[in-house]
């Protein structure tokens, strides 16, 4: 079994953040016990007896961890990029919904400046 901790996350953290993120497991029982500690199913990973990797939500099959390397960092973003992202939203206010005076998707791409 293998989990990952949210970079910000751990005792003491506070503030309803998610500690952890994925993990790996060769058990039904793994995944279940990761689906109840709040873990994303896309983000669950089973590994079978010949170690191919299979995503849980997806079925996606990877046939070893090294083919499952090269796009790990799409299930798992870097922890600078997540801490960089944290911090932002702190500053921010933390993607508060702009309200009815949002810009529309037209506008937000240039096209209907007014």
Do not use: M, W
Not at 20 to 47: E, H, K, M
Not at 65 to 76: K, M, P, W
């Amino acid at each position: 079994v293998c989990v990952f901790q949210h970079p910000r996350g751990g005792a003491g953290a506070g503030g309803g953040r998610r500690v952890l993120v994925g993990g790996f497991g060769n058990r039904p029982t793994d995944a279940q016990a990761y689906r109840r500690s709040g873990i994303a199913s896309n983000r669950i990973f089973s590994v079978d007896a010949t170690s191919r990797v299979c995503v849980r939500e997806t079925r996606e099959v990877f046939e070893s961890y090294e083919s499952l390397s090269a796009v790990i960092a799409r299930f798992f973003p870097p922890a600078d990029k997540i801490r960089r992202i944290a911090a932002l939203e702190e500053a921010t206010g933390g993607g508060r919904d702009c309200g009815e005076d949002s810009l529309s998707d037209e506008e937000e791409e240039g096209d209907g400046i007014a």
